[in-house]
């Protein structure tokens, strides 16, 4: 292939070999190691899936307990973390970056193997979230559980009190419907820092730092307050047709690569269902649920409407946010926690790259000026 052949945003460029995932745009489908994402999803526990990512094949029963063993035993944070968090807080600083900054002190011993490394970061990302979401409002972090596996102490450290097996399946399920998607900005930012030699944390830094950004993964809280703006049905169509009317985004919906209904939306609707269903806690609420599948339904007909051939359909954001709210979570905790499911995605291609031992080296094209010759600063004309 010409390496001097430009594609803006390096679309349709390949620039790697992955067995981790595979997404077809155009049939709505998302692999994940080989398995369909409905299949997976709602059925595994998240360590499970990291361990396929990882190791190409799902755990027996021995090799899924050492992995739940060596998670807990390293869930705690060091004390320089903390200290780190406690100042955030201070600040009122934003949870992804915090985050971010937080992330950066997990390699205090940086002569750990890599394997080791990579089981510290997926064991303590959520406490450093869950940590950061409590010192936040004014409450002290709590101490993991040995006795719950990854997602349900997640849950229990952000709120106190063991999470309900309904709540727990749901956020297993979206941490699984969320942890691999092809050669995204974030994966792809993970696996050039890996391929320069790099270490996994600061791989993962610049991961958290690529999903930061609102055209990669800071669109689910908006997505609900959409549906919260719209209040009730007899609003839905009246506020989105004057959003479109405004040039508005409608957020949660359309996407880069779908041109169909994204299959992680089909997997959360029917998880964000279970939830609101199962769980006494917002049983009241299913009528939120309700109207966001009203919602739903009004703006991909508006949609199509607006924007003729676009075909823009719902996203994973959407179902994202009216799970997690059901969970229990703000919507300033949205992004980090799909950071916290997309994390063993991201090892497993740094794991990959290392062993394809190749620097990720793009090209650029110069389109600047040629032959401009210097002047002095007496030269130098001041009417430019």
């Not at 807080?89 to 080791?116: F, I, N, V, W, Y």
């Amino acid at each position: 292939m010409d390496q001097t052949t430009y594609r803006e945003g390096l679309e349709g460029i390949v620039a790697a070999h992955t067995r981790l995932s595979h997404v077809d745009g155009k049939k709505g489908e998302l692999l994940i190691a080989g398995f369909a994402l409905e299949e997976l999803a709602q059925r595994a526990s998240y360590e499970e899936v990291a361990y396929l990512l990882w190791h190409d094949d799902l755990p027996d029963a021995d090799s899924l307990a050492k992995l739940a063993r060596q998670l807990s035993a390293r869930r705690a944070l060091p004390q320089a973390t903390l200290d780190l968090l406690r100042i955030a807080a201070g600040h009122k600083t934003a949870p992804m970056d915090a985050l971010r900054m937080a992330a950066g002190t997990l390699d205090l011993d940086s002569k750990q193997e890599a394997r080791e490394q990579a089981l510290d970061i997926v064991a303590r990302l959520p406490t450093i979230v869950a940590a950061y979401a409590r010192l936040l409002s004014g409450s002290e972090p709590i101490e993991a559980n040995p006795a719950l596996g990854h997602a349900a102490n997640y849950l229990y450290m952000l709120h106190g009190q063991a999470p309900s097996p309904a709540q727990t399946r749901a956020l297993e399920t979206y941490l699984n419907t969320v942890v691999d998607h092809g050669l995204n900005a974030s994966t792809f930012t993970a696996r050039v820092i890996v391929s320069t030699g790099s270490d996994l944390v600061s791989a993962i830094v610049g991961a958290i730092g690529a999903l930061k950004g609102p055209l990669h993964g800071g669109a689910p809280g908006p997505a609900l307050d959409m549906v919260f703006e719209i209040a009730t049905a007899d609003n839905a169509q009246r506020t989105l047709r004057a959003k479109l009317e405004r040039g508005e985004r409608l957020m949660g919906f359309g996407h880069r690569v779908y041109k169909v209904r994204d299959p992680r939306a089909e997997v959360l609707s029917a998880a964000a269902a279970k939830l609101y269903e199962q769980n006494e806690q917002i049983a009241g609420d299913r009528s939120l649920y309700e109207l966001a599948r009203f919602v739903e339904e009004q703006a991909v007909a508006l949609l199509a409407e607006f924007k003729p051939g676009r075909n823009l359909q719902t996203n994973v954001e959407f179902y994202t946010a009216l799970l997690l709210h059901g969970l229990g979570l703000s919507s300033d905790l949205f992004s980090p926690t799909f950071a916290i499911g997309r994390t063993p995605g991201w090892l497993a291609h740094c794991f990959e790259q290392q062993g394809h031992g190749r620097l990720i080296r793009p090209s650029s094209e110069y389109v600047g000026e040629r032959g401009r010759r210097w002047a002095s600063i007496e030269q130098r004309s001041t009417g430019r």
